[in-house]
């Protein structure tokens, strides 16, 4: 009866096309994953890289500059900075996972309900923009005041932040897709939102939402470490990149090494992210190419 | 399901649908535009019935308001003779629909097997595990091989794809199938395979089918009874035979006269339209056609005239129906215009 040609079996089934891949890996992708998979093997293989305790004061020993003892020198209570910082990694990468789960699942929820039912919409899209009125770091500093300096509590702030910003993108693609022909299509065979809004429409928002994500990781990182350096962060003595940058500052002129090498590694560490950011960006939507700097 | 045994599988009585275009929030006064206006029809088993229209008169809208897609404003409709007021279970398995666009119809990230299994889901249809026999099933009856069904949307060529949204539509045991333009999408070469497939389909099930179209001629092939909508309005209902051998309303006769008949002697001639569909934010008073009919009289603009039978069986909206039962009343469309057709008032 048909006699359109159709593709032998043994033909290489495609991926699934839940994020069009519209060409391979980006520079700026590939750039950004080399860099961080060096910050993560790092925090998780901490206790090899190191045999040195991050917290043991050693008074007499303080403020040595780099040696083959201390790659990084020690700091003003003569703890070993190359162990601070690989502990310090783990509380970073940390507070960016946990913030970008719970971005990603409040994010998704709520961006859900707001670009599917209109009274939602109304509550939460003035919650959301209210929010986002708040210099980001402003808003984190009065969250932080308000309920104590803690790892958790940096993450609630964080993601306090950035939730609006994936609750936009979630509802921008569910408005975007629930007059979709395929939408309707489901509808007329019986599916119901849950299915609709789940199956059909959410997975057409995967890729922006990846993107949003990999910078809200970024800025979990730095605002982690802009809190901890105000001293409204993880509190003392745990190794922080930010409480380190912190307690360097009276140091600047006789120890470079105390500021230099965990302003490096932030640097790092959110310039990795971004990058991976922009390329998947890129990746998803070749016009959007920016002429960036890779 | 108890049914009455002579009730038709839909019926539509008096449906209407306005849709209120805000124009800005500090106008209060809206402008309305009547999408389905006052339409009442029927479809018997097994029975085809062609809406037809120029694009813009409410043909998809009417298909809305039976999908219940969109909420009528007033009108009933009956499903087996019951009457159907949301989305029901049951109506979305016993009314199915074959969409335009078979590219946009089909979810571009599910393959072709979660596709077809979404309504047997949905419906509870069969058991998980009669699934995949069942899916390959409706793939065969489509005249797709089976192993399509590892496959996405986008690898599959226009015609193969408008046969999987076939598929769909019959896999869950549908009574009624609203196909709305299913062929305009896809390549003439195509386009009679597909025909085929939906009459053969219709035949061993038994399907009552309501065929939105613009293709005359594919009307003529496929249908049972047509209607003619315009502005929102069924202007003529007739069954087939008697409507493409005597049109009679002069808008039905315009768009006869404008479809390509390989045989010039056979055409239909019919003075050519005149201007543009009236604005249906602002209907002509009396007949929404007047202002492009070439047979309006005073009293098309004073009175709207009703759909009443002019024959067993035929309806037609026009005051002038009377006078085109002759087809040669109007063959000459050399008659000067300006005579039968002055300036219509506009309001």
Known sequence: MSTEPIGTQSEKLSPPRAIAWHQRANPMFVVGVLMLTPLILMAIMAPFLTFLDPLSINAPQKLLPPSWAHPFGTDHFGRDVLARIVYGSQISLRVGIGSTILTALFGIFLGVASGWYHWADAIIGRVSDSLMIFPGFVLAIMIMAAIGPSEFNVIISVTVLYVPRVIRTVRASVIEFRGAEFVEAARTVGAGDFRLLFLHILPKAAGPVMVQLSFGFAWAILVEAGLSFLGLGTPPPTPSWGSMIADARDFIRSAWWLITVPGFMITLAVLSLNLIGDGLRDMLDPRLQSKGIL | ?347
Request: charged share 20%; net charge neutral; hydrophobic share 40%.
């Open chain 2, 1 to 347: 399901m108890k049914r009455a045994a002579d009730a038709p599988v839909i019926a539509v009585k008096n449906l209407a649908k306005r849709f209120k275009l805000r124009q800005s929030w500090l106008k209060r006064d809206k402008l309305v535009v009547r999408a389905v206006d006052d339409v009442s029809f029927e479809i018997a088993a097994g029975s085809t019935m062609a809406l037809v229209g120029e694009s813009g008169c409410g043909k998809s809208t009417t298909a809305k308001l039976i999908l219940q897609l969109v909420k009528p404003d007033s009108g009933e409709i009956y499903l087996n003779g019951e009457p159907v007021s949301e989305a029901t279970p049951q109506l979305r398995q016993k009314v199915q629909m074959v969409f335009q666009d078979p590219y946009a119809s089909l979810t571009p990230h599910f393959r072709i097997e979660s596709i077809l299994r979404e309504p047997l889901v949905v419906h509870r249809i069969c058991p998980p595990n009669e699934m995949r026999d069942r899916i390959g099933a409706s793939i065969t009856a489509v005249g797709l091989p089976v192993d399509v069904m590892s496959r996405y949307p986008h690898e599959l060529s226009g015609g193969q794809r408008q046969r999987i949204g076939i598929a769909r539509a019959i896999s869950v045991n549908p009574e009624l199938i609203i196909c709305d333009e299913p062929v305009s999408a896809l390549d003439v070469s195509i386009r009679s395979q597909i025909i085929n497939l939906l009459l053969d389909l219709q035949q061993s099930h038994n399907l009552a089918f309501l065929f939105i179209s613009h293709d005359l001629d594919l009307v003529a092939h496929v249908s049972d009874f047509v209607a003619v909508m315009y502005l929102g309005k069924i202007v003529e209902q007739a069954a087939t035979e008697k409507f493409f051998a005597g049109p009679r309303h002069p808008y039905s006769r315009a768009l006869l006269a404008s479809s390509l008949v390989p045989d010039p002697k056979k055409r239909i001639q019919f003075a050519p339209l005149s201007g543009e569909v009236a604005s249906p934010t602002e209907l002509p008073t009396g007949c929404s056609f007047r202002t492009r009919c070439p047979l309006a009289i005073d009293k098309c603009a004073r009175v709207e005239p009703p759909l009443q039978a002019i024959g067993e069986g035929h309806l037609s909206a026009c005051h002038r129906a009377g006078e085109l039962v002759s087809s040669e009343m109007l063959t000459d469309p050399s008659a000067p215009q300006s005579a039968i057709n002055p300036q219509p008032e506009r309001i």
